[in-house]
Each structure stands twice: as structure tokens, then as C-alpha cells.
């Protein structure tokens, strides 16, 4: 009884702590529960951006800190990696003291990095700025949000690097006017300063610059940047002395364990150097590409650093030159250096030009050109050089040849760009001259002697020239064979990434590549890369059905008339592959057998003549050689149609060289042979030409009265003053444009049939008229109005003769517009494919992409809105430049344009798109 009383008790306890306990895990699961509640409760609350407490300010600097502004820098450091990788620098100019995108295409390929960065950036002020008490404004109190202003900052870097330095410069401007307490201004004071240096607006960029220079206590990461940031706005001003200065100062700075850093001391040393060679120091040049090569930047960079050096030596020491050449020939048998060979003859070159030996200095400039394979700027530089030495020697044909091919590849932003196209032409022209006299020449000398002897010339001719294309085609051959792969330069871009797999695939390695092409030329001769490259006749792409049949055909042969057809088609077939030079029919067809072909000929000689001595005076300076073309004009060709202008000419240059007694004898022969001409009257009277001038000032201030009648809707005055200015005596360009209008007025007054009669009379009296196209419009308009399929074209023609219908306004809203034939599938693909580039390059922009129905059996889709026309041409360029957008679309049936909200509804109203070409070409083509 005891036993079991004690079992009783025992369990009972046992169920009183099992119970305790249970009651106990219930409270710590709710005091669990309940401090995660308040956990979250806590968390939620700061999330709120409408408090500014510590818990709020801890809560959201922690979030943009570690999470999008993390992330936005990120996206801007890869952004800044791909821009650094792809840029190639130009070491014959002085290089940018910032690596940026130099045009919107560079940009486009940073695109997607940068929108990023400015997406992340944009979230994080959006979620986590502290809004004012009360409103829904940012606070902008230091201590709020201290690294919004940095999003802020990264959002304007983004854009400075995608090129929308307006957008940036509103980014970076916020900071520095609401976060004046926080010491990341500075870096948005720099950031701006750049953005003003790329847009032109220097007198920004000076304020900001003035007050950061005056600035006595900046952060030491910004007293670098500023150094840089100085030198690079100097530069662009040509103020290279205060440049150097900055640049001296940042190279002194010490950077420890900052790679970047010393990429950029190496390239402010590379820069500082060739300001120093720019203002003949030679000696501070030499210092700094030495401290470029012991910086140790990039081999490229290095390497041009030792070329540079190269060429800086002392001119009256024979045997220091003739060191640097040894050194120079040494380094051409080094691999590393096999892609550096074009440079290495180029400073070859170089030197022996400074030492006057030419010969030398063209064999070197000739080897830099033909071991130049992946370079074109260099060797564009080359062929430079070797167009300027012939030019010097005088040798103009030779010369003109290297000016062109130098131009194909020299960069426009040559500071003698524009003078070497220039010089280009003129040489151009030239050669066009001289060999035409001689072809002509030769041709008429041909004429003159019996058929025999032309025979055997032309066969000896045909002989040659299979010879010269036998050699050449032998050498490209031996060329292909003998090509090695070569070592990779690590620095191209170009590279194939994957080289490691190279190996294993047939088209990365460059000998099979090669014996293939030459392989294909034995088989099938070099013909072009195209559809159905296998056919000689091309006019059928697929067999017809008839065709098919006829080849399925096993008696198709049988057929005499089949294989007659086949005989004639094989033949076609082998003379398409026949070159018309090696054929007799191609030469004697130019030879002139009959008076009128003779006569012409003779007539286009002395045309060359002519045009040949003037451009040796005008254009070359070059008074000699003119004086011996005009005398040899005359001696050949005495009663020449130029006979008095070269007389003319004659007088001035012998004036001109100082030989007196020669000018006097064409003076002489002017005045007694051509008294009345105007060349006497300019002998006799030097104001003559401003009299002349003068005549011709008050015709165009005429004809300006009469357009302003015109444009103003006076057709009768219009008409009458019209009228009697084209009968006083006007240079032909001026009478067709006087006629056109006295024409159209006399329509207008008095109606479309006399209008139809008189714009006919005009192109059959003026068939040459610069405005027969305007008058063949009118035309077409009025033949559209008399049969009733419009009745706009004829106003909207007419009123093109001025462009009032359209303005150009800068700050407008700005759309882009493409006008299609009306086909309903096509323009869903092509809106289809905007988006997708929308999606692609401008992922922060919200645009609208519609179509609307437009004239005849045409579409217009529209996509708006941009702010202005400056984005509105930067979007324009980047779509239509793009590779992938359009070209699945045919091109040759659309019509591209950006037009301002004004300007389409006009473009809506009128169908006027003829006119609007015009109005867009003019101006916004022509402004860039």
C-alpha cells in the first residue's frame, strides 16, 4: 500500500513538471515570437524615410552604402575597365590626359554598363534619402544620408562617361549646391569641371577651378585629381606651359600601392613629354619619356616612349646618332617587337630625314609602309612623310599618289588634316592633267601610223600588261605563303579570346587561311564575295520550274538547239571572265580615225593645259613650272581658245619671279592684239575690277528685291522687276534664277496652264539650270492637280523655293521619325526593333514608340519625346549608325529624320516631307 502510494506520488510529480516544463517552452516560444515581432516591428519602422533618427540614418546609410551604391560603383569601375581596353591611342598627337569615349559610338558600347550604375544609384535616392518634415523633398542636412550625395555624384559620371554631359552637369551641379557641408563635393566639382572641359564652356570651368586652386585644405585624393583635371583643361585651351606645370606637379606626387595611380603618372609623364618636344626642349623631353619607360606602364606605351626618345638626340654628334640608329636596327629583330616594325623604320626614317639624307629616309619610310599590318595610322603617317618628301623634290605625280593613300587611313584629328586633303586634290587634279595629256597624246600619235604598227604596239601592250598582273598576282601569292602567324599582341583588342582553342580551329590560323584564298584563286580566279559567286550570269537567282524540269531531262542533250544554247551560254560565261585590257577591241576603240573624235581630243588637251599651268601658279606656287606649261601651250597649240587668259597669266607670273622684260612683252601683245578685251582695260586701269565689283553688288541687291516680292506674294512686282533685269547683261547663274521667278509669277498671275506653258519654256531654254530639278517638280505637282490626286503638291512646291513652312527651334521638344511604305507587318517588326535598341542603350528612358498613317500609301513611326535637339541628335546617330537595328529593313524605301512637336504637326498637315528634307538636311545635317 505504501509501495503503490509512493508510485502514485511519484507520477503525480512527474506530471506536475511535465507540465511546469510545458508551460515554460509555451512562454519562451512567445517571448521568442514576440522579440521577432518587435525585431521587425523595428526594422519597418526604419525603413521609413519620413524619420531622422539615429535608427533610420544607421538603417538607410547601411543599405545605400552596402547595396546600391556599392553596386553603381561597380558598374562604373567596369564601365571605366572596357573604356580603358578598347581605347587606342594616337602617340604622333598629344594624348588626352582622361581615357573617355571620343564619340557616341565609342559610347554605345559602355552602354548597358553605365545605365546600371545610374539605375542602382537612382533606387537607392528613390528608397533611402530622408525626406524633409512634412514633404516629400529630399533632405539635403549633412548627416541625413551621407552617401546619397555620392549616388548623386555617380548618376553624373555615368552620363559624363555615356556622353550626355548635360544630364551629368544637372547631376553633379544638385551636389554641389545642397551638400556644400560635405566634403564629396569636391569630387562633383571635378567631375563637373571635366564635363564643362568636353562640352567647350571654359569659362565654367574656370570658376570651379579658380576657387579649388584657392581651396587651402582639400582631400589629398582630390589635390591629385585636381592637378590632372588642370592640365587637361590648360590643353584644351593651348595653354601647354600652365599644362606642364600641373602635369610636373602630379608626377611628383608618391603613390604607394595604387596601380591606377601610376598608370596615370606614366601617361602624365608621356603627355608632359610632348609638350616639352612641342616647345623644342628636348632636353625636359628626354627626362620625362625616361621616367615613362621606368614607371613601367603598358609595352605599347614604353615602347613609343624609347622611339620618341630616339629622336631627341644632339644633331652635332654624328656618333650619337649613328648609336641610335644600331640600337633602333637591333630592336627589328626582336619578337616582341614584331608588330612595331612600321614604327621602328618610320623613327628610322625620321632620323635620316633630320641628317638630310632622303634617299635613306625614303627607303626607311617605303619598309614602314610595307611591314605596317596593324597599324593604319602609321602607316598613314609614312605614306605622309613620303608625299611630303617627293612634294619638296618637286615630283608631284609620285607625290599625289602617297597624299591619297595616306588620307584613306589619317586621322581627322591630324592637326594638318584639312590642308593634306587640300594638297591631295590639288595633286589629284594634277595627275589627272598630265596623264591626260599624255593618253591623248599617244592616242592621237596612234592615228598617224599604219595598222601593222598599231597592232604590234597594242599586242606588245596586251604582253605587258599580263606580265604586271602575272608578277603581281605571283608576289601576293608568295606574300600569302610566306606570311608567319606571329607573335599576339597582348595589347590588340582585336585578339581572338578564345586563343587558347585557336589551335583547333581552322579560320583563327592565319597559313591555312591563307593557302585556302590561294587555293580558291587557281580554281575559280579572284571574283568578288556575293550571291551566286559561282554563276557568270547572274540575272536568274533560282531555276524555274521550266528550267528543272529540262535538267531532269536524260535526253536533254539530244537537242541540237539545246546544246547550241549551251555553247552560246559557256561562251557569255568565259568572256564575262575576259579582262577587256587583254583584249585589241578595248585599245583600238579609243583611237580617233575621224575628225570630230580628233578635234575633241585636241580640244580636252589643251583644257588640261590650261587647267595645269594655273594649278602649278595658284594652287602650288610653283611659278617655273607654270611660265614652262603656258609657253608650251602656245607653242603647240598657237591660236588656242586660252590664248589671251594665258597671255594674261604670262604677265603676272614673269611679274611675279622679277623678270620684267617678259611680263612687258605679254603686256605689250595684250594691248596692241586685244585692246577692247578686259584684261586691258585691267592693265590699263586697276580700279576696272572694282567698278566691276561694285556692278555686281547692285545685281544682287536687285535680285534680293525681287525674292523678298516673291516670298511676300507681290507676283506683280515680282514679275515686272524680273523682266527687266534679265535683260541688262547677267552671268548665267544669276539669269537662271532671275527667269525661274519672272516664270512662276507670270503662272501665278495668270494661272496653271500659262504656269505649266512657262516652267516648260524654262528647262527647254535653260536645260543646265542648277534649277531644272525644282522645275520639273512644279511640273510633276501640276500634273497631279489637274488629274485630282491632290491638291497640296503644287503649294508645297512652290513654297520650296523658301523655307518658311518649317523653323528650327534648339530647345523644342524633339521626336524621331521614320517614314515607311504602308505595310502593317514591316512596321510592327520595326517598332518591334526600336524598342529592343531602347531596351538596349537607353533602359533609364521611358519613350513612346506609335505609328500614324501619312500620304499615299505611307506610315510615319514616331518616337518621343527627347528634351532638345542636342538629344535628339545623339539618339538619331546612335540608331541609324547602328549595325543591327535597320538592316533587315529596306533602307532605299525609308526616310530617317528628327523633327521638333511644331514641325510635325506641319509635316502632318502638308505631306510636305520633299520640302522637309531639304529644311533637315540644312539644318540639322549641316549643324552636326
Known amino acids: 500500500m505504501i509501495k503503490q502510494s509512493c508510485i502514485f506520488a511519484k507520477t503525480e510529480k512527474n506530471i506536475i513538471f511535465h507540465e511546469i516544463f510545458r508551460l515554460s517552452s509555451s512562454f519562451k516560444r512567445m517571448k521568442k515570437f ?3 515581432i518587435l525585431v521587425w516591428l523595428v526594422v519597418a519602422s526604419s525603413c521609413s524615410t519620413k524619420k531622422n533618427t539615429a535608427v533610420h540614418r544607421f538603417w538607410h546609410n547601411m543599405n545605400t552604402r552596402f547595396n546600391g551604391y556599392f553596386n553603381s560603383t561597380e558598374s562604373i569601375k567596369e564601365g571605366q575597365y572596357k573604356i580603358r581596353t578598347a581605347h587606342k591611342d594616337n602617340f604622333e598627337e598629344i594624348l588626352p590626359v582622361f581615357v573617355i569615349p571620343q564619340n557616341d559610338e565609342d559610347a554605345k558600347k559602355t552602354y548597358p554598363e553605365f545605365d546600371r550604375a545610374i539605375k542602382k544609384a537612382s533606387l537607392m535616392i528613390q528608397r533611402h534619402a530622408i525626406k524633409e518634415k512634412g514633404s516629400s523633398a529630399e533632405t539635403t542636412k549633412h548627416g541625413a544620408n551621407k552617401w546619397i550625395d555620392n549616388c548623386w555624384i555617380n548618376i553624373g559620371i555615368a552620363r559624363f562617361y555615356k556622353r550626355e554631359f548635360f544630364g551629368g552637369i544637372e ?112 632636353k625636359k623631353a628626354k627626362e620625362y619619356y625616361k621616367k615613362v619607360i621606368k614607371l613601367k606602364p603598358d609595352y605599347e606605351m614604353m615602347f613609343y616612349a624609347k622611339m620618341k626618345s630616339s629622336l631627341l638626340f644632339d644633331e652635332s654628334n654624328p656618333s650619337e646618332m649613328e648609336k641610335r640608329k644600331k640600337e633602333l636596327l637591333q630592336m627589328t629583330n626582336e619578337t616582341k617587337n614584331s608588330d612595331y616594325l612600321d614604327v621602328i623604320y618610320y623613327t628610322l626614317g625620321q632620323i635620316e630625314e633630320k641628317q638630310n639624307h632622303i634617299d635613306a629616309a625614303k627607303k626607311y619610310y617605303t619598309l614602314s609602309v610595307r611591314t605596317s599590318t596593324a597599324n593604319p595610322k602609321q602607316k598613314s603617317y609614312s605614306y605622309l612623310k613620303l608625299g611630303d618628301l617627293f612634294f619638296e623634290q618637286g615630283r608631284y605625280v609620285e607625290s599625289g599618289k602617297y597624299y591619297d ?94 586563343a587558347a582553342q585557336s589551335a583547333s580551329f581552322y579560320f583563327y590560323n592565319k597559313n591555312a587561311v591563307n593557302y585556302g584564298i590561294q587555293d580558291f584563286i587557281k580554281r575559280w580566279g579572284n571574283r568578288p564575295l556575293e550571291d551566286n559567286w559561282r554563276r557568270s550570269i547572274k540575272n536568274k537567282t533560282l531555276e524555274s520550274p521550266e528550267e528543272t524540269a529540262d535538267n531532269s531531262n536524260p535526253n536533254k542533250n539530244s537537242n541540237p538547239t539545246n546544246n547550241a544554247g549551251k555553247e552560246n551560254s559557256s561562251t557569255t560565261a568565259k568572256n564575262d571572265n575576259i579582262d577587256p585590257r587583254t583584249t585589241k577591241e578595248y585599245y583600238l576603240q579609243k583611237i580617233p580615225y575621224n575628225d570630230s573624235t580628233l578635234n575633241a581630243y585636241i580640244d580636252k588637251i589643251i583644257e588640261y593645259y590650261y587647267l595645269m599651268a594655273l594649278t602649278y601658279k595658284e594652287d ?162 501640276i500634273n497631279k492637280l489637274k488629274t485630282q490626286k491632290t491638291d497640296t503638291s503644287l503649294t508645297n512646291t512652290l513654297s520650296a523655293t523658301s523655307e518658311t513652312s518649317f523653323s528650327y527651334n534648339p530647345v523644342a521638344l524633339h521626336y524621331f521619325i521614320i517614314i515607311t511604305p504602308d505595310e502593317p507587318k514591316m512596321i510592327n517588326n520595326i517598332k518591334n526593333t526600336i524598342d529592343a535598341f531602347n ?27 527627347f528634351g532638345n535637339v542636342e538629344k535628339a541628335k545623339q539618339y538619331f546617330n546612335l540608331i541609324i549608325n547602328d549595325e543591327e537595328t535597320f538592316d533587315q529593313y529596306p533602307k532605299d524605301q525609308m526616310e530617317f529624320y528628327i523633327i521638333s512637336d511644331e514641325n510635325y504637326k506641319t509635316l502632318m498637315k502638308s505631306n510636305a516631307h520633299i520640302q522637309y528634307k531639304t529644311f533637315f538636311e540644312k539644318n540639322y545635317k549641316s549643324n552636326g
Not at 589629398?220 to 602635369?247: C, F, P, S
Not at 603613390?255 to 628636348?282: D, G, T, V, Y
Not at 603676272?652 to 585692246?675: A, C, D, F, M, R
Open 171 to 282: 547631376a553633379l551641379d544638385y551636389v554641389t549646391r545642397n551638400y556644400a557641408k560635405s566634403k564629396d563635393k569636391y569630387d562633383a566639382y571635378i567631375w563637373l569641371v571635366k564635363s564643362y572641359n568636353e562640352i567647350g564652356a571654359v569659362s565654367e570651368s574656370e570658376v570651379i577651378l579658380d576657387n579649388l586652386n584657392n581651396e587651402k585644405k582639400l582631400p589629398q585624393h582630390i589635390q591629385q585629381e585636381l592637378y590632372l583635371t588642370n592640365a587637361d583643361y590648360y590643353i584644351k585651351r593651348g595653354n601647354y606651359k600652365e599644362a606642364l606645370k600641373n602635369l610636373d606637379q602630379f608626377i611628383q606626387q608618391k603613390f604607394f600601392f595604387n596601380p591606377e595611380r601610376k598608370i596615370q603618372k606614366a601617361r602624365a609623364a608621356f603627355i608632359a613629354a610632348q609638350i616639352s618636344e612641342q616647345q623644342n626642349n628636348s
Open 839 to 865: 531596351q538596349k542603350y537607353y533602359s533609364n528612358e521611358q519613350f513612346s514608340i506609335t505609328s500614324n498613317l501619312y500620304a499615299d500609301k505611307k506610315q510615319i513611326i514616331l518616337v518621343k519625346s
Open 620 to 781: 602650288l606656287n610653283d611659278y617655273p613650272k607654270s611660265i614652262k606649261v603656258f609657253e608650251e601651250l602656245n607653242a603647240k597649240y598657237p591660236d588656242n581658245k586660252y590664248k589671251l587668259s594665258s597671255w594674261y597669266q604670262l604677265y603676272l607670273t614673269h611679274q611675279k619671279v622679277g623678270n620684267i622684260n617678259k611680263s612687258n612683252e605679254y603686256k605689250e601683245k595684250i594691248l596692241q592684239q586685244y585692246p577692247q578685251s578686259e584684261y586691258a582695260q585691267i592693265i590699263k586701269n586697276p580700279n576696272y575690277i572694282t567698278g566691276k565689283q561694285n556692278e555686281m553688288n547692285l545685281t544682287e541687291q536687285k535680285y534680293e528685291q525681287i525674292y523678298n516680292a516673291y516670298t511676300s506674294g507681290n507676283y506683280p512686282q515680282c514679275y515686272e522687276l524680273a523682266k527687266n533685269l534679265a535683260n541688262t547683261g547677267l552671268s548665267d547663274k544669276t539669269l537662271h534664277k532671275v527667269e525661274f521667278l519672272k516664270y512662276v509669277c507670270g503662272g501665278k498671275i495668270k494661272g496653271i496652264d500659262t504656269l505649266e506653258m512657262n516652267i516648260k519654256k524654262y528647262i527647254a531654254l535653260y536645260p543646265t539650270s542648277e534649277l531644272k530639278d525644282r522645275a520639273n517638280e512644279i511640273l510633276l505637282a
Open 34 to 36: 514576440t522579440l521577432h
Open 405 to 498: 593613300s595616306a588620307v584613306t587611313t589619317l586621322p581627322k584629328t591630324h592637326k594638318n588634316y584639312d590642308k593634306i586633303v587640300a594638297r591631295k586634290e590639288i595633286l589629284q587634279n594634277l595627275i589627272k592633267y598630265i596623264q591626260g595629256i599624255h593618253e591623248l597624246d599617244s592616242l592621237i600619235q596612234l592615228s598617224k601610223i599604219s595598222k601593222d604598227e598599231i597592232d604590234h604596239l597594242i599586242d606588245r601592250q596586251i604582253k605587258q600588261y599580263i606580265a604586271e598582273k602575272e608578277k603581281k598576282k605571283k608576289e601576293q601569292e608568295e606574300k600569302a605563303k610566306s606570311t608567319p602567324p606571329g607573335p599576339a599582341n597582348p595589347n590588340d583588342p582585336n585578339n581572338n579570346p578564345f
